[in-house]
């Protein structure tokens, strides 16, 4: 079966950083999105990763381990505008670009 | 500007009405998709298409069609509506069937079905 893990809800302080983890278990992988969604809007594209390691993009770095089916986005000097869900998604292989989606996280940002 | 439109973005309808939601992109993608997103339930898809009179069901197809007869659009049809198509609506596109780009979403139909 596919399964994605994703914590319901979190809260942070501004201007503090947190991470948000993801687990997956999929017939498959052809890599692995990270997107933010605000509410009643589309989700927006954040980082892709497809090999081992952390990739860096300003404030917002995602880390992947596929031995350990785990990934993490970092969002660091929050600001009030990142409070949002943030998506994982796994793309399984199979050539038809199958997105499988975790339920979101719900990012609350408070001053 | 590139873009994946849909329409309308916000429908009330009531049971049995068949209806409608267009989806068009201007980038010439190959690959086109529906999700339908539930609280708690994350984004589901229910139909694709990897080109032009080609089309697959996802994973929640049931009470769904959809056709693609020209590569710039994809609408999706609901027969008859029922209230548990309540939903938040999203097309999405990729440029190419079977790579690794990101989806370009739409803004999204919110729908409810009395």
């Known amino acids: 079966g596919q399964n994605i893990d994703q914590p319901t809800e979190m809260t942070a302080t501004e201007g503090a950083i947190v991470q948000i983890n993801c687990t997956y278990q999929t017939s498959g992988f052809n890599g692995l999105f990270w997107y933010q969604q605000h509410a009643g809007e589309a989700p927006t594209f954040l980082s892709y990763n497809v090999l081992d390691g952390l990739e860096e993009k300003g404030r917002f770095s995602s880390f992947l381990s596929r031995s350990k089916g785990y990934s993490y986005l970092l969002l660091k000097e929050l600001q009030m505008k990142d409070s949002a869900s943030y998506l994982c998604?796994?793309?399984?292989?199979?050539?038809?670009?199958?997105?499988?989606f975790g339920a979101g996280t719900r990012l609350a940002v408070h001053p | 500007e590139a873009q994946v439109t849909q329409n309308p973005r916000y429908l009330i309808t009531v049971t049995g009405k068949k209806l409608t939601v267009t989806c068009s992109q201007n980038m010439n993608h190959e690959y086109m998709s529906w999700y339908r997103q539930d609280p708690g339930l994350g984004l589901r898809q229910i139909y694709y298409?990897?080109?032009?009179?080609?089309?697959d069901k996802g994973d929640v197809p049931e009470g769904y069609k959809v056709s693609r007869k020209e590569k710039r659009n994809f609408p999706l049809i609901l027969e008859s509506p029922s209230p548990n198509q309540t939903s938040l609506y999203f097309c999405a596109s990729i440029p190419l069937a079977g790579g690794t780009d990101t989806q370009y979403f739409g803004p999204g139909t919110r729908l409810t079905v009395l």
């Open positions: 298409s990897m080109n032009v009179e080609v089309t």
């Open positions: 998604a796994v793309l399984v292989a199979g050539g038809y670009n199958k997105l499988i």
